[in-house]
């Protein structure tokens, strides 16, 4: 969701660490000729969350939710993509567990076409799992969200150590309708009692502001998120990052998969690689 010239920031200092490939993700319903110019400067560009077209020449990754849209990835030059099933946390396309996704998807593409397998990892023996049923690779997210590095506020990080159950919901779609799976909070509390995906009014809301929200300047997103409140129900899909007021931690989404559940601590993220490796010496959480 960074202006252009963030991406190439981030670029910048992350090429100044490594000289390892480097991934930039783009959210489609938010990305414009900016972003997609700057992120052509990584080795991998990742797209998520919309109609699958090359717009590209580099290495070029599309997650899916389904096989349809894993198809039409493919067939539109993808070189890979992944799937992601539905105990993924954050913006989730899944639909099923991700372990069927990925047997149907593989039986749907072409033999020996990459298929990276998203939703449900924490450990070790879960990316052996994955490996072994054909996955090219792993991908996580909650897992680094709980890490050293991460730039999520603190208060965040306690509360994914704490957690014990996550929900997937349409409530904090303001400008990104689509479900999005978080963390119990006060908001989350208070407005899906009755319908976990949250009152059809709201989404319905959501969905006809989705146009114009998505387009909105980043300095406008972030005022309208800065003004979120418990009992308004228009809530963004940006979660607190480090230097948000505590405040924001019950009107923003904290985005969490199901995993959450299986992880209890937060680590540096080389030693997370290192445990999901099977390192020697290293726990599997």
Not at 11 to 24: C, D, G, W
Not at 211 to 229: E, S, V
Request: charged share 25%; hydrophobic share 45%.
């Amino acid at each position: 969701m960074m202006a252009g010239p963030a991406v190439e920031r981030e670029l910048f200092f992350a090429r100044e660490r490594t000289s390892n490939p480097i991934a930039v993700n783009l959210l489609l319903p938010f990305a414009r000729r900016g972003q997609f110019e700057a992120a052509t400067r990584a080795d991998v560009v990742v797209t998520f969350w919309g109609r699958p077209v090359r717009r590209i020449d580099t290495t070029w990754i599309h997650q899916c939710g389904s096989v349809d849209e894993a198809v039409a990835a493919q067939r539109a030059g993808a070189d890979a993509v992944i799937a992601q099933g539905v105990e993924a946390g954050g913006h989730v396309r899944g639909v099923v567990p991700a372990l069927e996704l990925l047997e149907r998807v593989r039986a749907a593409l072409p033999a020996g076409y990459p298929v990276l397998s998203a939703g449900g990892i924490a450990t070790a023996a879960d990316v052996r799992e994955r490996l072994d049923a054909g996955a090219a690779a792993a991908v996580l997210g909650t897992r680094f969200l709980m890490s050293d590095e991460s730039h999520a506020h603190r208060a965040y990080k306690e509360r994914l150590l704490e957690a014990r159950e996550t929900v997937l919901t349409e409530l904090f779609g303001s400008g990104w309708p689509g479900a999005h799976r978080v963390l119990w909070n006060e908001a989350a509390e208070r407005w899906l009692r009755g319908d976990r995906r949250g009152p059809a009014w709201v989404r319905a809301l959501n969905r006809a502001g989705a146009p114009l929200l998505a387009r909105a300047p980043t300095r406008l997103q972030g005022a309208l998120t800065a003004r979120q409140r418990v009992g308004l129900p228009f809530f963004t899909p940006i979660p607190p990052a480090d230097d948000a007021p505590v405040r924001m931690l019950d009107v923003a989404p904290l985005y969490a998969g199901e995993t959450v559940t299986r992880i209890g601590d937060i680590r540096p993220a080389g030693d997370i690689v290192r445990a999901l490796a099977g390192r020697p010496g290293y726990s599997p959480t």
